[in-house]
């Protein structure tokens, strides 16, 4: 990956390490969660502003549960051919419902999430990535989740 | 299916028309103001107090995953992502998941299905190291768990981000 490391300091890493959840809800959340780390609210948000700008943070804010909100998810993996990789890339990337897309280094050389609104549409979906590239598109859906981490330590 | 899905199948908590347009004008990333569930109120045309309500119902109800800061491993120096995928034995799946799950340089752990022949692995375990070397480590740790109930396994690291949008769940 060519991405550069960001400088950090102990208020930051404080921040990446305590507020991956438990963010509050309340009128003044910022004001509430700086307390645990000896800044105020100003402070905390300039931070998280600057982290997000600085690429140390990808998100801010509520992370949703597609399945439970009634919509579909999948993992997905295409075994693209080399020479028209950045070509396939571009016609899945383009599809609305793929959130997250990876090259990984494997015969099945391109892994995506899709989101749906609805379960339904996950299929829809698939089978029209499969016609605008040409490519079987292998369907992973998750049978059983046994974790969902928060363990990111800064 | 967990039990914690199997008892939200069961009482599918309804969403209304504002608690959908509160996640659309959140499922972005939460606007940065001191008070920033006033934004959201004025965006859906509501009051702070009944959004916040929403949302704290959505986050009981697991809909809402939870709320703060998600880290760019890359940046933070983590540039070895690995997902181990690993064959393990259908009789065992469960018990063997809940272990790896629990290890605490896994962040995602799934049972997910096989795709013969191109795809013979049923077990997804994301594993993250500041080098090839210390994911390679941790897959180590793994197949050491898993022993015999696991035939076969790999690591894909990830060489390239292609997107990264975060999910859109409503438009």
């Known amino acids: ?154 | 299916m967990s039990m914690e899905d199997d008892v939200l199948s069961n009482a599918i908590i309804g969403l209304d028309e504002t608690d959908r347009r509160i996640i659309k004008a959140t499922q972005g990333g939460l606007g940065l103001s001191l008070r920033p569930y006033d934004a959201v109120a004025l965006e859906v045309g509501s009051d702070t107090h009944d959004v916040i309500r929403r949302m704290k119902r959505m986050l009981h109800a697991g809909i809402i995953r939870r709320i703060g800061v998600v880290p760019n491993h890359y940046a933070l120096g983590y540039t070895a992502n690995g997902m181990t995928v690993w064959d393990v034995d259908d009789a065992r799946i469960d018990e063997l998941g809940h272990l790896i799950g629990a290890l605490d340089f896994v962040s995602h752990c799934y049972h997910r299905p096989r795709n013969l022949p191109d795809w013979r692995y049923n077990l997804f375990c994301m594993v993250h190291g500041h080098d090839r070397a210390e994911a390679e480590a941790h897959a180590d740790e793994i197949a050491a768990i898993l022993g015999d109930a696991a035939r076969n396994h790999e690591i894909l690291f990830s060489t390239r981000i292609l997107k990264k949008t975060g999910l859109r769940l409503v438009a």
């Open chain 1, 1 to 154: 990956m060519k991405q550069q490391t960001v400088t950090l300091d102990a208020t930051d890493r404080a921040i990446i390490n305590d507020l991956q959840g438990g963010f509050p809800l309340s009128e003044e959340p910022f004001a509430d969660a700086a307390r645990d780390l000896g800044i105020d609210g100003h402070e905390l948000m300039v931070r998280i502003d600057r982290m997000l700008k600085n690429g140390a943070l990808s998100r801010f804010g509520p992370m949703y549960h597609a399945e439970k909100m009634g919509g579909g998810l999948t993992l997905a993996a295409i075994k693209v051919p080399e020479d028209d990789f950045e070509n396939i890339a571009g016609i899945v990337n383009e599809f609305a419902e793929v959130a997250h897309n990876y090259a990984r280094d494997h015969a099945l050389n391109m892994w995506f999430v899709i989101a749906t609104e609805t379960p339904e549409r996950v299929d829809e979906v698939i089978s029209e990535i499969e016609v605008a590239t040409g490519l079987k598109v292998h369907n992973m859906p998750k049978i059983d989740e046994f974790f969902v981490g928060l363990r990111f330590e800064a």
